[in-house]
């Protein structure tokens, strides 16, 4: 008869466990990027995203359908745009942040002011800030997002196929000659990267080598006479190229011995920086390798 008792115990033991899970077993836990440990009691129902990559990358991750609110310029899946906006990288809106109450808040390090992130926690919200620096902190951010989110399977797979590309990217362009890229990030004053941006990396991936990459600060301030002297062989820009455009066209594109005639370079550079954005965009099934360049 005891036996009897005792086996039905040890076979009610892991029913139990299935039908009432601890709160124990429901908390998620993930280290940000500040290093600080971000725990949740249950997977995330309601997540605000404070920079437009963020909300793509929740996107990818699985967890578009718990996003509540978005960064100001949010466009991208469309989705996004009907959002309640919580904001831009001048400032967070405190006011809509508290009525939407979110139980996870997507923060960008660099892209919103650290004092408005200490005022979102301070009002008792959860903050994840990420700060990707590489490319493969994509995939990281995914799967971190992923476990915050209880979408686990969908941020794996959309993690697995961006690594995948990455790799493809990598060896295709293993072997290639190195092309000196200029990057412009903003026109007045005139803004580039250093090698440990994100850009800095996609320029790597296509075959590109950064003539600023030696310079200390993230995104330094250079002068027109600093471009002519680094000798680039392909300029690149975001937003404001076109602006600096007339200026830009008095430094001249070189080229070495060892490399192209100088449209053949830009040609073939320009080509493989479309190929890795398009082919890692399409590995997330999103924009968000190209809004990391960008942005």
């Excluded at 971000?38 to 404070?50: C, D, K, W």
């Excluded at 437009?52 to 949010?74: D, I, K, Q």
């Excluded at 070495?256 to 320009?270: H, I, V």
């Amino acid at each position: 008869m005891g036996k009897a008792v005792l086996r039905t115990v040890f076979l009610l033991i892991p029913i139990c466990y299935f039908l009432f899970p601890t709160v124990e077993a429901q908390q998620v836990s993930v280290i940000d990027d500040r290093g600080t440990r971000v725990t949740l009691a249950a997977p995330a129902q309601r997540i605000v995203a404070l920079s437009p990559h963020l909300a793509e990358l929740a996107f990818a991750a699985g967890a578009g359908n718990r996003l509540v609110g978005a960064a100001r310029h949010s466009d991208f899946p469309p989705a996004v745009r009907d959002l309640p906006q919580t904001g831009d990288a001048a400032r967070v809106d405190f006011e809509r942040v508290a009525l939407l109450k979110p139980d996870l808040v997507l923060a960008w390090s660099s892209g919103n002011p650290a004092g408005d992130l200490a005022r979102v926690e301070q009002l008792g919200f959860a903050v994840f800030v990420t700060e990707p620096a590489r490319l493969a902190d994509v995939p990281r951010l995914l799967r971190a997002i992923g476990e915050l989110a209880g979408s686990r399977p969908a941020a794996e797979k959309a993690a697995a196929g961006f690594e995948r590309e990455i790799a493809t990217l990598r060896a295709r362009n293993a072997h290639a000659a190195r092309v000196r890229v200029f990057y412009q990030i903003w026109h007045k004053p005139l803004l580039t990267v250093n090698g440990a941006h994100v850009i800095s990396d996609v320029i790597a991936l296509c075959g590109g080598e950064n003539v600023f990459a030696d310079l200390s600060q993230l995104t330094p301030t250079i002068s027109l006479e600093s471009v002519l002297a680094a000798r680039p062989e392909v300029i690149l820009g975001g937003g404001s190229a076109g602006e600096a455009r007339s200026e830009l066209t008095a430094v001249p594109v070189v080229t070495s011995r060892a490399k192209a005639p100088k449209a053949e370079a830009r040609t073939r550079f320009r080509r493989m920086v479309m190929i890795a954005l398009l082919s890692l965009s399409l590995a997330l099934g999103t924009l968000v390798a190209l809004r990391f360049v960008m942005r």
